[in-house]
């Protein structure tokens, strides 16, 4: 069975027993209707929220706690709170990211502030997973140093195919350096994985990507390699921006389109690169992601940027070339301030409050993880479900549990609650014999993939 299938199996049945959680709202998108639950309450300032492979959420609170959140039952699973993170104001746990290869190399990439002989600064570190114990541990600092105020400290992370990374950083109130290349405030990085400078960076020896920004807290990237990012302005002009490698995005010489007469002639001057949209009055557009998935059909090929002052969720459909907005439509519009999003491989959207952070009114809940998902849709593979029938006995089992198989040539495989496959055998007949020799007691998945389609089912193992 193809990883990539298997791994949508499995979320759909670990996301299958909160479906009918209680609905809070509902809005229509074109002739679904998308309900609005939430998965987990009580948490300080959430920051980021990662689909992780593993089939969890992973998140970070700015006080410096990270986490994997369940997302069949909302459970908060702490892995570390980093002891030397400076909360203040904007300061603090920001931006994560996984390793693409994190079955192999099972590294989380985190930035943060922290306080240096009575300075506030700012570092990109990796640390280490250990699966078995639920720890993180192990840090790596790659890029430390940066300049850093309690405001307009960014910083989103985005790891590329390549195997780099890119880190949005603020102008730390000091717009003036956004434009000096030899600063790292007010850019987006580019680093090699092991914190060093990529070669074929715009500059050779230097970690910049692009300049000219302000606050970044937005960054994501297509299928297609598209990159794009959301950005914080003044009192007006919030940005997304389409990110292009070298390119100068303004600011402070220019806020929002290259419209007026000192404006244009910077932009023409300086390889600016004008955002896709603007909004005045700003609505402090934080998290971006793209939403490509058939359960929520009309908000195919749209960034979803969650909006803190805006308090609102705001679907942006793209053109064919990637080089246009064609519309703004606002969603979620009851919950207060928005700041981090992830998007599941079964296409629900999972949205993050952030009314604990000192600018909001919190509800009784707050801060808290909302799900987004169109009740109605149901993937292929569980369509297909229907039509694989397989009995397991005797279940709880020991050293071996029996198959009985509705078909000739099925291929059988058993998982760990983490998506991990453990074990697989391909069945010529329609009884097999599963070895759970050497296996954990505990609870597994089994797979059975036929021409009809694929099922899985829970086994004990005691």
């Not at 909160?18 to 300032?45: I, M």
């Amino acid at each position: 069975m193809k990883k990539s299938l298997l791994t949508t199996i499995l979320a759909g049945n670990m996301l299958a027993a909160r479906a009918q959680a209680p609905a809070l709202a509902t809005f229509p998108v074109g002739t679904a209707t998308v309900t609005v639950s939430e998965l987990t309450p009580g948490l300080a300032t959430l920051w980021e929220l990662v689909w992780g492979p593993d089939n969890f959420i992973w998140a970070t609170e700015r006080a410096g706690r990270i986490s994997r959140i369940n997302p069949s039952t909302g459970a908060v699973l702490p892995l570390l709170t980093i002891a030397d993170v400076t909360q203040n104001n904007e300061s603090g746990l920001l931006g994560m990211a996984l390793h693409p290869d994190f079955a192999t190399q099972p590294y989380v990439y985190v930035v943060y502030n922290y306080t240096e002989e009575g300075t506030l600064k700012e570092k990109l570190v990796r640390l280490t997973y250990a699966a078995a114990a639920g720890t993180l541990g192990a840090p790596l600092v790659l890029l430390g140093g940066i300049v850093a105020t309690t405001n307009h400290s960014g910083s989103r992370l985005l790891i590329l195919p390549d195997r780099t990374i890119l880190m949005t950083t603020g102008d730390a109130l000091q717009a003036s350096e956004a434009q000096n290349r030899a600063s790292l405030n007010g850019k987006i990085l580019r680093l090699n994985l092991d914190g060093s400078i990529p070669a074929d960076n715009p500059t050779p020896g230097s970690y910049v990507y692009t300049l000219g920004h302000r606050n970044p807290q937005g960054l994501v990237q297509l299928a297609n390699s598209r990159i794009y990012s959301s950005e914080h302005g003044p009192s007006n002009d919030d940005e997304i921006n389409k990110i292009e490698r070298g390119r100068n995005y303004g600011w402070p010489a220019v806020e929002g389109l290259c419209n007026l007469p000192a404006e244009a002639a910077f932009c023409a001057a300086n390889n600016v690169r004008a955002p896709l949209t603007t909004w005045t009055p700003t609505i402090a557009p934080a998290a971006l992601k793209y939403y490509d998935h058939p359960a929520i059909p009309g908000w195919r090929g749209s960034l979803l940027v969650a909006a803190l002052g805006g308090k609102r969720l705001v679907q942006m459909p793209l053109d064919a070339a990637g080089a246009a907005i064609t519309a703004r439509n606002e969603f979620l519009t009851d919950f207060g301030r928005l700041r981090s999003l992830c998007v599941s491989p079964d296409g629900r959207v999972y949205v993050g409050t952030s009314n604990r952070d000192g600018r909001g009114i919190p509800a009784a809940s707050d801060d808290r993880i909302l799900v987004l998902e169109n009740r109605a849709y149901m993937p292929t593979a569980n369509r297909n479900a229907a039509a694989v029938k397989f009995d397991i006995f005797p279940n709880p089992a020991h050293q071996q549990a029996n198959l009985t198989l509705p078909a000739p040539g099925a291929h059988v495989t058993i998982c760990d609650m983490l998506g991990r496959r453990l074990r697989e055998q391909s069945v010529a007949g329609l009884t097999a014999t599963l070895d759970l020799a050497g296996l954990p007691p505990g609870r597994y998945l089994v797979a059975v993939a036929t021409a009809a389609g694929t099922a899985t089912k829970p086994l004990s193992v005691e």
